[in-house]
Nanobody
């Protein structure tokens, strides 16, 4: 499955960015998620949304109330709206797809990963 993330960039603390991830139209998955990886650190779950069978969402505690994940099934696109950005949000952000919604928070088992997009938040 081909995934492509867009929308990263440089923003000041308190600013906003919107990431998008386009997927192939023949794509099948239970969950679409965003992960991020800061230099020298492991890849971490950020947010996930049920791709088929509902609209449930889950978030990492560190982004709750600031980030919002959404989708457009007709356009085969998932979004991550990031508000009130902080320097600690600086990372490469990846979109990913998997089956089994119950395991959405776990990086292991994701079938497809998109090329990351850099988000840098200056203080």
């Amino acid at each position: 499955v081909q995934l492509q993330a867009f929308g990263g960039g440089l923003v000041q603390t308190g600013g906003s960015l919107r990431l998008s991830c386009a997927v192939e139209r023949t794509f099948r998955a239970d969950a679409m998620s965003w992960f991020r990886q800061a230099p020298g650190k492991e890849r971490k779950f950020v947010a996930g949304i049920m791709w088929s069978g509902g609209d449930s969402t889950v978030y990492a505690e560190s982004v709750k109330g600031r980030f919002a994940v959404s989708k457009d099934n007709a356009e085969n696109t998932v979004y991550l709206q990031m508000n009130n950005l902080k320097p600690e949000d600086t990372a490469v952000y990846y979109c990913a797809a998997r089956t089994n919604w119950r395991l959405v928070r776990f990086a292991a088992g994701y079938d497809s990963w998109g090329r990351g997009t850099q988000v840098t938040v200056s203080s």
